[in-house]
């Protein structure tokens, strides 16, 4: 059964920092791209930065500067660096993996809270 276990959320002051990792298993499908997205509450699900197999990124234009994604292939892992956070960050961060023949699968989401 593929498994996206998402950790690395939890509650952060104005300007800090949080590194998400969301680990992928139960498959040996290679994983194509990677990538997180998050939901506020009363807000559509929006994407915060995508990853391909090769480490090209994507990001949304709110987050660049502030926000890196990477990845270990060795490792079915993505992560997300996130520096000079704002209130505004706080959501439910998701992580989605779209793996080779068996298409794309979501984590259960982490929240991040940017409060003082």
């Known amino acids: 059964q593929v498994q996206l276990v998402e950790s690395g959320g939890g509650l952060v002051q104005p300007g800090g920092s949080l590194r998400l990792s969301c680990a992928a298993s139960g498959t040996i499908f290679s994983i194509n791209a990677m990538g997180w997205y998050r939901q506020a509450p009363g807000k559509q699900r929006e994407l915060v930065a995508t990853?391909?197999?090769?480490?090209?990124?994507t990001y949304a234009d709110s987050m660049k500067g502030r926000f890196t994604i990477s990845r270990d292939n060795a490792k079915n892992t993505v992560y997300l660096q996130m520096n000079s956070l704002k209130p505004e960050d706080t959501a439910v961060y998701y992580c989605?993996?779209?793996?080779?023949?068996?298409?794309?699968?979501w984590g259960q989401g982490t929240q991040v809270t940017v409060s003082s």
């Open positions: 989605n993996a779209n793996f080779n023949v068996i298409g794309a699968y």
């Open positions: 990853i391909t197999r090769g480490g090209t990124t």
